[in-house]
């Protein structure tokens, strides 16, 4: 099993430039998420989906946008990317509802954007 | 109050030493908490898991005080290999669908 994947590991956008992330999991699990973790903060959750073809927004949504349209994959795209949005971006992915379960996380998407 | 808090840290032990660090909550209605580890640019692993008073896994022991909404992780007989951040995290709803993290405490055990 390979867990979660995140693709790609490392990106340098200029602004305005639009991209996407891509997250997979092999674990079979419902619900997947899309977090990204600046200096000094804590991980805040960008968007949520609670099973293939749903989506929820999270804390911080404003400039992303996000799909499942299968169950293994969730992808974060930016359709115009900001300076603002320079973070590292994790996706995580648990079987069930949070509260009992695990998450576990990818290895992390590091952007920049100029 | 913050949703979540944590000692900023950075905590500087050396190996063998005990070390704890507290967490405070703000909604009261939280069932369940997690202590997760990140190494230095690694992604976050679970750790532990914490839904009654306390939990226990080796030389880590989480204990939870719902009264006065905190959760500590004590860390006994500290390793080189425990030099990472831990981050408390609680859910934001009690629908398990939504968390929050906190900023993480920062630990270097010194040889």
């Known amino acids: ?10 990106r340098v956008l200029k602004t305005g430039q639009s991209m996407t ?3 997979a999991q092999d674990m079979n699990h419902e619900y997947m998420y899309w977090y990204r973790q600046d200096p000094g903060m804590g991980l805040r959750l960008i968007h949520y989906s609670v099973g293939e073809g749903t989506t929820a927004k999270g804390e911080v949504p404003d400039g992303y946008n996000v799909s499942r349209l299968k169950k293994q994959n969730f992808l974060l795209g930016l359709e115009s990317a900001a300076p603002s949005q320079t973070s590292v971006y994790f996706c995580a ?3 069930s509802r949070g509260w009992q379960e695990t998450q576990y996380f990818g290895p992390g998407t590091r952007l920049l954007v100029l | 109050r913050k949703e979540v808090e944590q000692d900023p840290g950075p905590f500087n032990v050396p190996e063998g ?3 704890a660090f507290n967490c405070t909550y703000s909604n009261s209605a939280s069932q369940s908490f997690f202590w997760y580890r990140q190494d230095c640019r690694k992604e976050p692993k679970l750790l532990m898991s914490v839904y009654s ?8 022991t989480a204990q939870l005080n719902r009264a006065s909404q905190y959760i500590s992780l004590l860390i006994r007989d500290s390793k080189l290999s425990d030099s990472a951040t831990y981050l408390c995290v609680v859910p934001r709803d009690n629908y398990g669908q ?9 630990l270097s055990v010194l040889p």
């Open chain 1, 21 to 23: 992330l891509l997250c």
């Open chain 1, 93 to 95: 992915s648990s079987y």
């Open chain 2, 17 to 19: 030493a005990t070390v």
């Open chain 2, 53 to 60: 008073s306390g939990n226990e896994d080796g030389r880590f």
């Open chain 2, 98 to 106: 939504n968390f929050v993290f906190g900023p993480g405490t920062r």
């Open chain 1, 1 to 10: 099993n390979a867990g979660v994947t995140q693709t790609p590991k490392f």
